[in-house]
């Protein structure tokens, strides 16, 4: 059995994560879902992006999920997959076939995309 910790990360006041289940139980070999709703206002397109950070570690990029594509870092390839929902804005992450060394604090993390025009004045 292994402890699987999830916590919030947002951008701005407006820009929020939330994980509602800060620490949750899970069996070798089963499956896990850790939810993440999140709530962008400055786009309609946000980036959500999930870490892992194992004891005395640094958060490790997971992967990220935009409206219309996906990617994964090469560790996270196989077992963890998550799944973005713009109509319920949500992006749950899900292990499957969880290992012992999966125990760690997983961060739902939310990235706007935001385009920014710039002009010059003259004089």
Known sequence: MGYLRSL????TAQDT???????MTAYED????????????STQYPNLLWYQQKTNGFPKYMLIRLSGSS????????????NLNTSTLTVPLTIQDVRVSD???????????????HSTLKQ
């Not at 919030?8 to 951008?11: D, F, S």
């Not at 994560?17 to 620490?23: E, F, R, T, Y």
């Not at 990617?71 to 998550?82: P, Y």
């Open 8 to 11: 919030r990360r947002g951008c």
């Open 71 to 82: 990617s994964n870092d090469e560790e996270f390839k196989d077992r963890f997959n998550a």
């Open 103 to 117: 125990s760690a604090v997983y961060y739902c993390a939310l990235q706007p995309t935001v385009t920014e025009t």
């Open 30 to 41: 089963g499956t896990a879902t850790l939810d993440c709703t999140y709530k962008a206002t």
């Open 17 to 23: 994560v939330i994980q509602s289940k800060p620490v």
